[in-house]
């Protein structure tokens, strides 16, 4: 069985400034996926990054890149330049390829103008 | 366009009442999910399924089932509900779940079980 941690409940950036989400796990697995997602008000769930854990390289999508570190099990992401749009919920989630999935309990990140 | 889509997405019944929730993707996914949020928690594994007739047990599969006749759909049962299970329920999909193929979420189904 696998567990995804989220250290911080809630957590506020002003815009343009740069904030950082933290997320750690624990697995016995060899290959597995790391994603972000991000769930606005709307309760939309929208991708935001993905990692495969054999990739040493840590993934970039514009303004968002992740901090992944294999051997400590932490997947952290990065906002930088934050947006009002970027206030929302952000799930940390681990992927195996059988299938099962798991979700961290999620960080409220607000933009401050 | 290709989406998920979850019928209904609001529902109030009452405890024993039996109910099935409806998920449908359009993009031929193989990988097809189901999965509850409630509040102060992320999203937990009901079921889910690999491929056509093949499912699977997630975290907290009890009081639910599920099917998968046909690749586009998969539809989740309460047989007989109870307030506990009053959440926010999503189904997702995706192409490939051995490849970690990113997952595709519907909008979500509200349910109140009083």
Known sequence: AQTVTQSQPEMSVQEAETVTLSCTYDTSESNYYLFWYKQPPSRQMILVIRQEAYKQQNATENRFSVNFQKAAKSFSLKISDSQLGDTAMYFCAFHTNAGKSTFGDGTTLTVKP | ?114
């Open chain 2, 1 to 114: 366009e290709a989406q998920v889509t979850q019928n209904p997405r609001y529902l109030i019944t009452v405890t024993g009442k039996k109910l099935t929730v409806t998920c449908s993707q359009n993009m031929n996914h193989e990988y097809m999910s189901w999965y509850r949020q409630d509040p102060g928690l992320g999203l937990r594994q009901i079921y889910y399924s690999m491929n056509v007739e093949v499912t699977d047990k997630g975290d907290v599969p009890e009081g639910y089932k599920v099917s998968r006749k046909e690749k586009r759909n998969f539809p989740l049962i309460l047989e007989s509900p109870s307030p506990n299970q009053t959440s926010l329920y999503f189904c997702a999909s995706s192409i490939l779940a051995v490849r970690g193929d990113t997952q595709y979420f519907g909008p979500g189904t509200r349910l109140t079980v009083l």
